[in-house]
């Protein structure tokens, strides 16, 4: 079971990365890397140089993105996790919340 940090936050290392963390009992701590191209092309988004923007859309889109990490580590259990386009197709957000 993950259970999400309160916040997502910015990757200083990587241009228009968030991250979002989740504990979870097996690997504690989970890292999700939601790269400039899901923030692009899956929430409509992203900007390179602002990085408090692409933070602020990932908050208001947490619902759909929490529901692509639990897909994404049901399918591929690891410490760390890029999420991928194919993450976010066929979310039941009524079933994810």
């Known amino acids: ?4 940090d309160d ?3 910015s990757d200083g290392g990587i241009i228009g990365c968030v991250l979002l963390w989740a504990d979870e ?5 989970v890292r999700f890397t ?7 092309c899956v929430l409509r988004g992203a900007n390179a140089v ?3 923007q692409n933070v602020a859309l990932c908050e208001n889109e947490r619902p759909q993105i929490e529901a692509a990490c639990r ?3 049901a399918k591929r259990p690891s410490a ?7 993450d976010f197709a066929n979310i039941n957000l009524t ?3």
Not at 1 to 4: G, N
Not at 25 to 29: A, G, I, Q, V
Request: charged share 25%.
């Open 25 to 29: 009992p097996r690997f504690e701590r």
């Open 71 to 73: 897909g994404a580590f």
């Open 80 to 86: 760390n996790i890029d999420l991928s386009l194919v």
């Open 95 to 97: 079933a994810a919340v």
């Open 7 to 9: 916040r997502f936050v």
């Open 1 to 4: 079971m993950l259970t999400f």
């Open 50 to 52: 602002h990085d408090e």
């Open 34 to 40: 939601i790269r400039s191209v899901i923030l692009q």
